[in-house]
């Protein structure tokens, strides 16, 4: 290409014109959907083969303007595209055994994170997707796999740094050479070296200077540390405490919580249910369901089902106030709030209206399951238009629960006690339990919430009327 365009300029030719025209024939070949679509050639045609053409048409003419202009909008178009996909997959470097595992994309609405824990150390071995660290969000905890199969060289981020997606936080090296494998247990705490006995010996027999004593005066006695008054708190000394910095699900939590607060005009009314019917139905048919649907029958399924009726015939209590506006919703998204070692998660079940008692129960299991291990996503804790909280488990009697923003009432349930109730003119034992439901009174009047936690208290006492509809 360098003798044409020489025999070219010497012919007559303009140099910019000729390279523009030999560029214009090469671009088909450079295109970005090319370059894009095959991914074990992006990276070479991006840092070797476009990198030479750059510093061609530099070194030829370098003060070039309007030559250069399709050659850089060229490079720069297929530097973009290629940087957009190498952001979420792992650089491999030209030697092709080091490879960077770096932060995946995390969600919409997540920018950035923390990076909680390195689950790996440098001279581990990492098996292909084995998770290596963990990033801690607003949300949830997600997992940074190892892109390839190897033995991690070294940690690039620390602990406690924030990250984004496409961050490098360690190299990998697939072929392990090179790498000192370093097993925090044989780390071997340094000791002093023993001194020989001759130089101990030595330094005895060397005589000491002598030091003159002086007679120091008296010193006058401290006066007494001032009494403490009455109302005067004594504080605990410093070295009994502890300062830990909040996780960032923590923080989120404490800000949704307090905003919930200072935004909604909350109110919480109360009743109480006979549990008696719905204990009776699981206890007579638990065998038969998890032979047939491969899961417990449990409650918690029966105040879903509960929920959607009241929902359905008191639509109010699922909108939402958006400015000036109500929103209706005309789907039911039902989210269970699940307390967790790391914080407090709310999965939602997706048209909770369409399912029937063994759907809601593997949803739950499955939701559950997910938030326990960490392993729930962005998308299974999105939306949601009521809440139900569940406080019984831990042995909670009575409670006035929060509104998960942006919805607009919340159901809170608690433990069964067994209490002396009135049946039929005679005092009799009953498995009571309470429930709240506490509502934004700026969308809700009390009727609404009043009705809706009554029929609650009717399909529960009574499940045979969800299959009459009444």
């Known amino acids: ?30 295109s970005v959907s090319r370059v894009s679509s095959i991914a074990g050639k992006e990276t070479l045609l991006h840092s070797r083969g476009l990198g030479h053409i750059r510093n061609f048409s530099h070194l030829i003419f370098p003060g070039c303007s309007k030559g250069c202009q399709p050659l850089r909008d060229v490079i720069s178009s297929t530097q973009k595209a290629t940087n957009m996909y190498l952001w979420s997959h792992p650089f491999s470097s030209e030697g092709g055994d080091l490879v960077d595992a770096v932060v995946p994309f995390m969600g919409e609405s997540i920018t950035d994170g923390t990076l909680a824990k390195f689950l790996k150390g440098p001279g581990d071995r990492v098996e292909l997707d084995e998770p290596i660290a963990q990033i801690e969000t607003d949300k949830v905890t997600i997992d940074v796999a190892s892109p390839e199969a190897g033995v991690i060289k070294e ?35 340094e000791k002093a070296a023993p001194k020989p006995p001759s130089a101990e010996k030595a330094k005895e027999d060397k005589p000491q200077p002598k030091v003159e004593t002086v007679s120091e005066k008296p010193k006058a ?26 996780t960032r699900l923590r923080k989120r939590v404490a800000t949704r919580l307090k905003d919930s607060q200072n935004t909604f005009a909350m109110l919480t009314t109360f009743n109480e249910v006979d549990m008696t019917n719905l204990m009776k139905l699981r206890s007579e048919y638990k065998d038969a369901f998890l032979e047939k649907h491969g899961v417990k029958l449990g409650l918690m399924s029966g105040f879903v089902k509960a929920a959607v009726s009241g929902l359905q015939n008191q639509p109010i209590i699922n909108a939402v106030i958006d400015g000036d506006d109500i ?25 909770a209206d369409k399912m029937n008692f063994a759907d809601i129960e593997k949803e739950i299991n499955t939701l559950a399951k997910k938030a326990n291990d960490g392993s729930i996503s962005i998308d299974e804790m999105a939306g949601g238009s009521f809440t139900i909280s569940n406080g019984g488990v831990y042995g ?70 969800l299959l009459l509809d009444i």
């Open 155 to 189: 940690l690039v981020a620390k602990e406690g740094e924030t990250v984004e997606p496409g961050t490098k936080i360690a190299v990998i090296s697939k072929s392990g050479e090179g790498v000192a494998h370093v097993a925090p247990s044989e780390k071997i705490p």
């Open 327 to 351: 929103i209706y919703r005309d789907y039911i998204d039902i989210s269970i709030a699940v307390g967790t070692s790391k914080g407090l998660v709310v999965p939602v079940i997706r048209n």
């Open 1 to 30: 290409m360098l003798g044409v365009i020489r025999r070219r300029v010497a012919s007559g030719g303009s140099p910019a014109s000729i390279l523009g025209h030999s560029l214009q024939t090469m671009r088909p070949a450079m």
């Open 221 to 246: 006695p401290s006066p007494p540390p001032p009494k403490r008054t009455a109302t005067e708190p004594q504080l605990p000394p410093k070295e009994r405490e502890r300062r830990v910095p909040m």
């Open 396 to 465: 909670s009697l009575l409670s006035t629960p929060i509104i998960n923003p942006p919805q607009s009432a919340i159901l809170g349930m608690h433990s069964i006690v067994q209490r002396p109730m009135v049946v039929g003119g005679n005092v009799v034992p009953r498995p009571m339990m309470y429930i709240a439901l506490t509502y934004d009174h700026r969308l809700i009047d009390g009727r609404e919430a009043v009705f809706f936690l009554r029929r609650i208290k009717d399909v529960v006492e009574e499940p045979r009327r």
